[in-house]
C-alpha cells in the first residue's frame, strides 16, 4: 500500500490536490466521504465537492466505521481517496456513545479508540492499492476556549502525527501549493 496524508488549513487547496492526484493515478477511484450534512452551509459543502468529482469515481458515504470500509474498498488495482479524516473523527467524538469522565480531562465516547486504533492497524498492517488521506491541520491557530474545542484539537493533532508516520508521503497544503515533507514529490 501507498499512503499520502495531505494536511492542510480549511480552504487550502489539499482536497483539490487529492481529487488531481487521484485522476492522475489512472486507477479506479473510490472517493470516502467522512462529511455529514448537520445543517445548510455543511449540505452546500457536500454538494461543491460532489460536483467537482468525476462522475465515473464511486462514493461511499462513511462518518464512523472507516476501517472496515478500506478493508472493504482497497485493491491493488484502486486508489481509495478519504476526505477528510478530522470530519471523520468529529463524528466519533459526537457519535452520541457515553463516556465515563476521567479525572479533569473530557471523557472520549469509547468509539473513539476502538475505531482509531482499528483504522491505525490497517495503516500499519498495509492495504493493497493506493491511499490519500486528507485531513485539517487544526493546531495552527488560536487555543479555543471550550473544553470540547481543545479536546477535538489535541486528538486531531495526535490523529495526523500518528498517520503522518505511517504514510509513505506526507504532503502541507498552503494557499494550493503542496509542500512535500516526507516521500516523493507530487
Known amino acids: ?5 495531505l494536511i492542510g488549513g480549511a480552504r487550502s487547496g489539499k482536497s483539490a490536490l487529492a481529487e488531481r492526484l487521484a485522476h492522475e493515478s489512472g486507477k479506479e477511484v473510490v472517493y470516502v466521504a467522512t462529511a455529514q450534512a448537520g445543517d445548510g452551509e455543511m449540505g452546500a459543502r457536500i454538494a461543491h465537492h460532489r460536483a467537482r468529482r468525476p462522475g465515473h469515481w464511486r462514493t461511499v ?3 464512523l466505521l472507516l476501517a472496515g470500509v ?3 474498498e482497497c485493491r491493488p488495482d484502486r486508489l481509495v481517496l478519504v476526505d477528510c479524516l478530522t470530519l471523520w473523527l468529529t463524528n466519533l467524538m459526537l457519535s452520541g456513545e457515553e463516556a465515563l469522565p476521567e479525572s479533569g480531562e473530557l471523557a472520549l465516547p469509547p468509539v473513539v479508540e476502538r475505531e482509531r486504533a ?3 492497524e490497517l495503516l500499519v498492517a498495509g492495504l493493497p492499492g493506493e491511499l490519500i488521506l486528507v485531513s485539517n491541520e487544526v493546531g ?3 487555543v479555543p476556549t471550550g473544553a470540547l474545542t481543545r479536546r477535538f484539537v489535541d486528538e486531531a493533532g495526535r490523529l495526523n502525527q500518528e498517520v503522518a508516520a505511517r ?3 506526507v504532503v502541507l497544503v498552503a494557499a494550493g501549493l503542496p509542500l512535500v515533507m516526507k ?3 507530487c
Open 1 to 5: 500500500m501507498s499512503a499520502t496524508l
Open 140 to 142: 495552527m491557530g488560536i
Open 118 to 120: 482499528a483504522f491505525l
Open 70 to 72: 478500506l478493508r472493504h
Open 183 to 185: 516521500g516523493p514529490p
Open 167 to 169: 504514510a509513505g508521503r
Open 61 to 63: 458515504e462513511e462518518s
